[in-house]
């Protein structure tokens, strides 16, 4: 399925750095977020020094429930629940 994504490629978002504004080349010094990119994922990406981030609000914009997809090396040989933990201390100050 094709849409537009930001730029000439005809492609569906596929989650690849600098392709799709849900997942921009990032500066991995920078702590401020891309244009698009959600805050919480900002964080995130410091936090845990993640390789990849994504931030979809399933809530229709207003933040009630949001799915979060993160890949680090720190969630390596950590099981499910340690890495939960991980993600929630992470943005603990950001959700009620």
């Known amino acids: 399925h094709d849409h537009d994504?930001?730029?000439d490629d005809p492609r569906?978002?596929?989650g690849e750095?600098?392709?799709?504004?849900?997942?921009?080349?990032?500066d991995e010094h920078h702590d401020e977020p891309a244009p698009g990119e959600h805050p919480?994922?900002?964080?995130?990406?410091?936090?845990?020094e993640a390789d990849h981030v994504q931030v979809i609000d399933e809530s229709a914009g207003c933040g009630a429930k949001l799915?979060?997809?993160v890949v680090s090396k720190l969630f390596e040989g950590k099981?499910?629940?340690?890495?939960?933990?991980?993600?929630?201390?992470?943005?603990?100050?950001?959700?009620?």
Do not use: F, T, Y
């Open 5 to 7: 994504h930001g730029h």
């Open 12 to 14: 569906p978002e596929c």
């Open 17 to 26: 750095p600098g392709c799709c504004p849900s997942n921009p080349v990032r």
């Open 40 to 48: 919480i994922a900002a964080k995130l990406r410091i936090a845990l």
């Open 67 to 69: 799915k979060i997809i």
């Open 79 to 96: 099981p499910l629940l340690a890495q939960h933990r991980l993600v929630n201390h992470a943005v603990a100050s950001d959700i009620a």
